[in-house]
């Protein structure tokens, strides 16, 4: 859940990230990418950097013509219980490590 301004600022450089990975993905520089969405390079820059934060209508448009997921531009939703969860959850590491222990004793 978004509580603070931080949180949601975080929430744009996530979003900003995802545009920048759709412009990398169809090898566009910020310019290019720009005339196609019409916008200005410099507003690229900031959308990406999460400092300016793009309207609904851009997202859809964005993923409209480049054929991406809305969704994806968007980090997982977790509830309280998700993040403690993963919290203590056992990390691929830990997971790995044990199973060596359990082949040693084998």
């Given amino acids: 859940m978004i509580r603070s301004d931080s949180d949601i600022d975080s929430l744009y450089e996530h979003i900003g990230s995802r ?15 720009g005339e196609k969405v019409n916008l200005s390079r ?4 900031n959308i990406e950097k999460g400092k300016q934060r793009p309207t609904i209508h851009f997202l859809y448009f964005v993923c409209a013509l480049f054929k991406e997921d809305i969704g994806k531009l968007f980090p997982p939703y977790m509830t ?3 993040q403690k969860v993963n919290k203590y959850a056992p990390r691929e590491k830990d997971l790995e490590a044990l199973e060596d222990l359990l082949n040693e004793q084998d």
Avoid at 42 to 45: D, E, K, L
């Fill in 42 to 45: 410099a507003s690229i820059v």
């Fill in 80 to 82: 309280k219980f998700d």
């Fill in 19 to 33: 545009i920048k990975d759709i412009r990398q993905k169809h090898e566009l520089n910020q310019k290019d990418f």
